[in-house]
């Protein structure tokens, strides 16, 4: 049987198609639909390419960076494996989806979120007599704009220097880049959650009762305040991580079962903690992952593909751009020891 993706013509042209990724043309000229039932089930049309080219890009049998230059078909191949080695390691160290509740792809520099007020009469389901009006909750464009953010590194290695070095090895590298870039997005995110995105809604700070310390008596005052919200989630740096880990409360047989099977702590309270060192010292962020913060995407990983297919590395920037709303200002509250 005669497959599509063995004579498809590669070119830079698919880099910079309108609204559409490198993966997005490829698989409009070679769709993973007629694939069905055969032996190539399974794999996107960027990996039925490298197929095709006989490009191994990971594990003891990977090829060197060089076989991608074989041709100038397979070139065209080279920034989107740079592309999607980036985002592995950006999905690897990524906290942002335990912490936002929804993701907005815009295309821009400038967004508008919206808002709304909740508890109190806005929220309130009251009966609603014959002839009288319904309560209405008011849904609200935000007054300014938020900004989004251009995040990224330079690529700086030239191709004589790589070229006979494995792309298993090279991957390793490009998952760094991938989490530094994770790393900026979620400082920003912090930010956004303390301080607002620039429309008066700041987080509410509240201090424990004792100077430098936390106690389990300051988390449930902290977690009391959040009605009607739910604290389901705590941000915290190392500091204070080591301080809560020596609450007695924090000692519960099965909290510690759980966290030496999966790695994963969860709070007496029942939210899940996540420790970060991008959190300032002395700093707990309390939310509801559900309300308090949406991410605003304007691209996904970019490469400067013309460089990177012309094996100009020297100078090869991988950017994203992303900021982030504050949904709900009651959602998200701060702790200072």
């Known amino acids: 049987m005669a ?12 880099y910079h198609e309108a609204g559409r990724s490198f993966t997005q043309v490829l698989e409009s000229r070679d769709p993973s639909e007629q694939y069905r039932g055969t ?3 399974g ?37 989107e494996y740079i592309a999607r080695s980036v985002r592995q390691g950006m999905e690897e160290a990524d906290l942002l989806p335990q912490l936002t509740a929804t993701v907005t792809r815009f295309d821009g520099m400038d967004y ?24 209405s909750t008011t849904v609200k464009v935000q007054e300014n704009l938020v900004k989004l953010n251009k995040r990224g590194r330079m690529l700086v290695a030239s191709y004589e220097a790589v070229r006979c070095q494995k792309l298993d090895l090279f991957s390793v590298t490009l998952r760094q880049i ?69 609450l007695e409360e924090f000692q519960n047989p099965l909290t510690g079962l759980n966290f030496q099977g999966t790695g994963r702590l969860s709070t007496p309270l029942g939210a899940s903690l996540l420790r970060t060192s991008a959190m300032p010292a002395g700093t707990i962020i309390g939310l509801d992952r559900r309300f308090a913060l949406e991410m605003v995407q304007g691209s996904d990983v970019l490469v400067e593909y013309d460089k990177l297919i012309d094996r100009q590395l020297e100078r090869a920037a991988i950017t994203t751009i992303s900021g982030f ?3 709900f200002q009651g959602a998200a509250r701060v702790l200072e020891l």
């Open 3 to 14: 497959y599509c993706y063995d004579n498809l013509k590669l070119e830079k042209g698919m």
């Open 39 to 41: 032996a190539l089930e």
């Open 43 to 79: 794999l996107d049309a960027f990996q039925r390419q490298l197929k095709r080219f006989d490009i191994k890009v990971k594990g003891t049998g990977s090829d060197v960076v060089e076989k991608f230059f074989r041709t100038a078909d397979s070139a065209v191949l080279f920034p």
């Open 112 to 135: 508008r979120s919206i808002t709304s007020e909740a508890g109190g009469e806005e929220k309130e389901l009251r009966r609603v007599d014959e002839g009288t009006e319904i309560p």
């Open 178 to 246: 991938g989490a530094h870039i994770s790393r900026m997005h979620l400082e920003d995110a912090i930010q956004v959650l303390m301080e607002g995105d620039g429309n008066g809604n700041a987080a509410p700070v509240d201090s424990t009762a004792t100077e430098d310390t936390v106690t389990y008596e300051d988390l449930v005052d902290f977690w009391a305040k959040f009605d009607p919200y739910e604290m389901n989630t705590l941000l915290v740096g190392n500091d204070v991580m080591v301080k809560m880990l020596k």
């Open 325 to 327: 709303a504050k949904l």
